[in-house]
């Protein structure tokens, strides 16, 4: 790895990006810089929360391509031209993707920091496994922490939504 | 929903008076004319506590906060139900200095009980005097009226007038009437339901404003550097280490407090990051090996003898049987998921910081005195961050901000990282219990003796990280919480003696941590209670309910035993191989004043490994009223879960310079494959106080592990946390 000193003397850098169905563009001084600072702070999506900056927490999750990927970790420059949906991408408090209706209709959050998480992993799971039984959905989720103790609701409405999705609502 | 949320934020934001004065045909010459000066925030007067505006929105101005339990719901359901208006139509301010009355801080379970009960008392009074507004308005007498959906109306139904125009525009200008009536519980509509809380959709959606989220224009970025070690002191900053860094504006120094402030997020952790400085070598912590030693030998200032009854250094004496063990409980995290954030901008001399602090009365005082600066020209106010616990990080994000800002003349957003969280929020400090009883040859219990060794301290202020680091005015004493409440039991033994040695120092900055000291005390006394309990050959349960004489806890462990099918029999079962089942129950009355709880832990023990599963919790709980009752089962599940995870696998580790458990694999907690399932019984009284929710469970949680462990394998686990290696050592050792 480049030392830092190198990197943060980088050039001004423009970099187009896709983000819940439209290119972004955006400068950063840094191309290394994690994908979840440009979300936050350049596009002001604040679905993706900064937890650890360490992969351990998973409440800055975002799916690339389908795939749910920790913000944190992820340089910018890795990106390329992969498709980046965030928790906004999914759905509004209007028209909710059956799995944040699910956690609403569950009432699965208390703080509600950790819920990103929860779901941006949930849903890139649902969208490959329609049928999870609850150890597999403890399993999906064994790497995303919630300190509220709100496990019980979220396993619930994790399995309250595959069944939503599978009667096709 | 979303309109709710987005006039609040804005209103956060400015600093203008919500009560706007403007006339209509009907102006009640009762009330007061408005929006003239500030907002009154003194707590005997209702319009502290609450508007209305001419269109009949209800404001309610809440001096605690919504810490993400869901209290701001409970809150809005409290007042809905006292006014008969809407719940939609009712809007809460949290915890602002300016607008808000200081009902104190957001800890000790108290958000519903002391807050709520407040408002309620408001809520009541602005409705008898709207009625009384309405019957001279309208001609028609008092109890001829009804209120539906804030209009006033005649029972006859021909004669009706709005809240908003009652009150034209004008504040109430009245009293808080502690003698105001409430309405019959009987006739509740919205408190007692489950009312859906106001603030998932925004969550689920990514359309909340957290602290995390929040900005205001031309916010810069700070990060603070830690010293390597927690008393070190900082010999030099080579700044030209984060020369050219994109976005830099300065690195701040104020005398061993170092920051860097930067126009870019990242700007500000790649100079974080990269700043050199030497720091001096500091070696003040005692080595964690030889943690309990050292608390037992750390000096006591004082003891604190929070019960004594009869004799029990005698009748020990005189028992036929005597009993002796020790308890101790370890250093705790918060734990927050989402680190410590604030923002603070400094203009023209006033000061103005937006926290998650759950006491913004108190960091409004703090931070005057940091920068020596009268309280007048400074405002704290609440915006809801990640999960809150205690006394986290929050107010010392804040003060970072505050530091930053000023060297900078900009508004300065702080964010801890992930390590600054672990090691620098204050810590829920170690509790070492030695407990004695003796029995009569029957087998009751004739003297309980206990001796708790705990830091001095009350709820006060916690020191600031950044007024220490850089000398400025601070808190010199410790404020660990409230820690010797239920250090005395419940239980109605002939002789009994409980003591706190109040200790002059503790290894690490302490602060409250959910159920601060009321879980490490329970867990000492209902682990012991069952020690007895075997010793005497009697069912746990049962032996509990030989001496206890009150009523409402007689009947909840009674309803306990029916709800968790629970099947008397002494402690331990006999029963052979690897993997034993066992089956604990404790109980708890909350600071032996408010909220009774009792809950039966399931467990397996693997006898080889050690590992210990927690497979079931089944909790009864009576906390009087019940405004929402899934609120209350979610905390309960969340007491329970984090409880489990403190009691199972938390415990912060330290060399003798600092915290070393810096992030979430050093400092594990519970994930999903291990969480208990929990079977919640509440016992709604409504016509009884209500009590708090937030902590009480969490109490009784690793005193029923322990003796569901000792159910299963005939061992007790004194020591949390019950990592698998202890549970070993203790099976191989009984």
């Given amino acids: 790895m480049e030392p830092l000193a190198e990197r943060g003397k980088a050039m001004p850098t423009a970099i187009r990006l896709h983000v819940n169905g439209r290119p972004a563009s955006v400068t950063v001084a840094d191309p290394d810089m994690p994908l979840l600072y440009v979300l936050r702070d350049n596009l002001g999506l604040h679905g993706p929360r900064f937890g650890c900056g360490l992969g351990q927490c998973g409440s800055c999750t975002v799916h690339i391509d389908g795939e749910s990927v920790r913000s944190c970790m992820m340089p910018l420059s890795a990106v390329g031209k992969g498709k980046i949906v965030t928790l906004e991408g999914l759905g509004t408090p209007d028209k909710p993707h059956p799995i944040q209706k699910a956690f609403i209709d569950e009432q699965a959050a208390q703080c509600g920091y950790c819920i990103n998480g929860m779901i941006m992993e949930a849903a890139a799971f649902l969208a490959r496994n329609k049928n999870p039984n609850e150890a597999q959905i403890k399993e999906i989720l064994a790497n995303n922490l919630c300190r509220c103790g709100t496990h019980l609701r979220i396993v619930r409405a994790v399995k309250r939504a595959a069944s939503a999705m599978q009667k096709g609502a | ?734």
Wanted: net charge neutral; with cysteine; hydrophobic share 40%.
């Fill in chain 2, 1 to 734: 929903m979303l309109a709710h949320q987005t006039s609040r934020r804005d209103f956060l934001k400015g600093t203008g008076l919500l009560i706007v004065s403007f006339s209509i045909a009907r102006v009640a010459p009762t009330f007061a004319q408005g929006g003239t000066g500030a907002k009154t925030v003194a707590p005997e007067e209702l319009d502290a506590f609450l508007s209305i505006d001419p269109r009949g929105g209800v404001t309610v101005y809440y001096g605690k906060v919504d810490l993400g339990t869901g209290v701001r719901t409970a809150i809005t359901q409290i007042v809905a139900e006292e006014l008969d208006v809407p719940l939609l139509r009712v809007e809460v301010v949290e915890g602002d200095t300016a607008l808000t009355p200081d009902q104190g801080p957001t800890y000790g379970s108290l958000s519903i009980q002391n807050g709520g009960v407040q408002i309620r008392q408001a809520a009541a009074t602005a409705r008898r005097a709207l009625m009384q507004e309405a019957s001279q308005q309208l001609g028609v007498p008092a109890g001829e009226l009804m209120v539906v959906d804030g209009t006033v109306r005649s029972r006859t139904g021909d004669k009706q007038v709005t809240y908003g125009e009652l009150i034209g525009g004008k504040t109430f200008a009245l009293k808080v009437d502690k003698q105001a009536p409430l309405k019959d519980p009987a006739s509740y509509k919205i408190v007692g339901q489950s009312v859906a809380r106001l603030d998932i959709p925004a969550k689920v959606t990514g359309q909340f404003t957290y602290m995390q989220d929040f900005q205001v224009p031309g916010t810069l970025h700070g990060r603070v550097v830690r010293p390597p070690a927690i008393g070190a002191t900082l010999l030099s900053v080579q700044e030209g280490s984060v020369k050219g860094i994109a976005g830099l504006v300065k690195v701040v120094r104020n005398g061993n407090f170092l920051g860097v402030v930067a126009e870019t997020e990242w700007g500000a952790i790649t100079a974080a990051r990269q700043l050199k400085a030497t720091w001096s070598h500091w070696e003040g912590l005692p080595e964690q090996r030889c943690l309990w030693e050292h608390v037992r030998a750390t000096k006591v200032n004082k003891d604190d003898v929070t019960s004594n009854v009869g004799d029990a250094v005698q009748a020990l004496q005189q028992a036929s049987k005597r009993l002796s063990a020790t308890y101790d409980f370890a250093i705790h995290t918060h734990g927050s998921i989402g680190p410590s954030c604030a923002v603070v901008e400094i203009k023209e001399g006033k000061l103005t910081c937006w926290s998650a602090s759950q006491a913004t009365h108190n960091l409004r005082k703090q931070l005057a005195a940091m920068l020596s600066i009268p309280e007048s020209d400074v405002r704290a106010m609440y915006v809801e961050g990640s999960g809150c616990y205690g006394r986290n990080g929050h107010e010392d994000a804040a003060a970072d901000a505050a530091l930053l800002a000023r060297a900078v003349e900009r508004p300065v957003r702080v964010q801890w990282m992930r390590a600054d969280e672990h090691g620098w929020d204050p810590k829920g400090p170690p509790t070492l219990v030695d407990l004695q009883a003796g029995l009569d040859p029957n087998g009751n219990v004739v003297a309980w003796y206990s001796q708790f060794f705990i830091p001095e301290g009350a709820a006060g202020n916690v020191k600031l990280v950044a007024a220490e680091l850089a000398g400025l005015p601070h808190e010199t004493s410790m404020s660990p919480g409230n820690i010797i409440q239920n250090s005395a039991i419940p239980y109605a033994f002939p002789n009994v003696r409980t003591v706190a040695h109040r200790l002059a120092e503790t290894p690490l900055r302490p602060a409250w941590l959910r159920t601060p000291g009321r879980m490490q005390n329970t867990f000492a006394n209902e682990a012991f209670m069952d020690e007895l309990a075997a010793a005497a050959g009697a069912d746990p349960l049962e032996f509990r309910l030989r001496y206890l004489n009150d009523p409402r806890g007689v009947e909840l462990l009674k309803r306990l035993a029916r709800f968790a099918r629970w099947e008397g029999h002494p402690s331990p079962k006999r029963q052979s191989g690897h993997v034993a089942t066992g089956r604990g129950v404790s109980y708890v009355k909350y600071e032996l004043t408010r909220t009774y709880v009792g809950a039966v832990a399931t467990v397996e023990v693997n006898r080889k490994s050690g590992e210990l599963r927690v497979k079931h919790f089944a909790v009864v709980q009576d906390c009087g009223l019940i405004i929402n009752p899934d609120g209350v089962k979610n905390q309960v599940e969340g007491n329970v879960v984090q409880t489990v995870s403190r009691t199972l696998r938390e415990e912060v580790t330290f060399d003798r310079s600092a915290v070393t458990s810096l992030d979430w694999a050093s400092y594990p907690i519970l994930t999903f494959s291990e969480i208990p399932d929990v079977d919640i019984e509440l016992i709604d009284r409504p016509t009884e106080k209500p009590w708090g929710v937030g902590e009480p469970a969490t109490a009784v949680v690793p005193s029923a592990i322990a003796n569901a462990v000792f159910d299963a394998v005939g061992v007790r686990l004194r020591s949390v946390p019950f990592k698998p290696a202890k549970v070993r050592a203790a099976i191989q050792g009984a």
